[in-house]
């Protein structure tokens, strides 16, 4: 078996990855649903095992310790199988806590524009205690941009800014299943889907610009 069939061999698992807002654990919740997989939210599983809810656990903590608290639970549910993970985004991925997820899950990273995480954070006020509730568009601006060094990393990219999750769950579950063992397109070119448009959508790869958006994209759009 050559290098590339092995690294795709391994790829078991489908990680959702972002800032806050994206809805991963909602997208997540359909997508294993869909599969029949197993659906691991790293917050909640961490709320699980610390046995309270985790605007406490950050209160108690601070930032530093609740970072390597959730490291741990992600070298754990890494090296799942058949598992939708849903990671949690509060705080940007290091480039080693990438490999490992990688090395075993196709990274999916949704992300959306600025204005449409700062109408869904809005909502758990109290909730995200690493959020800047007082000056939430400059937070979530600032957020965004440090997302996007992934954005050419992640094995796929997904607007969801204007798609539903129901639409995004079951448009990723029909691309594995059509895929087989391999998985969702690999590579780090960012396969995208869900760009605003007039037309039908279809997977394409292209590189430019995204309306609304005018960081450089070094993958496709839909």
Request: aromatic share 8%; no cysteine; hydrophobic share 35%.
């Amino acid at each position: 078996m050559g290098k590339n069939k092995q690294q795709t061999a391994k790829k078991r698992n489908i990680v959702l990855v972002g800032p806050m807002g994206t809805g991963k654990s909602h997208i997540g919740r359909i997508l294993a649903q869909e599969l029949g997989w197993r659906f691991v939210d790293t917050d909640r599983l961490l709320e699980r095992k610390q046995g309270i809810p985790f605007a406490e656990i950050s209160r108690r903590v601070g930032s530093t310790e609740l970072a390597q608290l959730e490291q741990a639970v992600i070298e754990r549910v890494r090296k799942y199988t058949a598992a939708v993970i849903a990671v949690g985004g509060n705080f940007v991925l290091s480039e080693e806590t990438f490999a490992k997820l990688q090395e075993y899950g196709i990274i999916v990273l949704l992300y959306a524009q600025d204005f449409r995480l700062i109408e869904r954070v809005s909502r758990t006020r109290g909730k995200r205690p690493t959020v800047d509730y007082d000056d939430l568009p400059a937070f979530v601006a600032t957020m965004n941009e440090a997302w996007r060094h992934w954005h050419g990393r992640s094995d796929y990219l997904i607007n969801t800014t204007f798609r539903s999750p129901a639409r995004i769950a079951g448009r990723l579950a029909r691309e594995w299943r059509q895929l087989g063992t391999g998985g969702l397109p690999r590579g780090g070119k960012g396969n995208e889907y869900g760009k605003k448009s007039g037309r039908a959508h279809q997977w394409r790869r292209r590189a430019g610009h995204e309306r609304g958006d005018t960081s450089r994209r070094s993958g496709g759009d839909l």
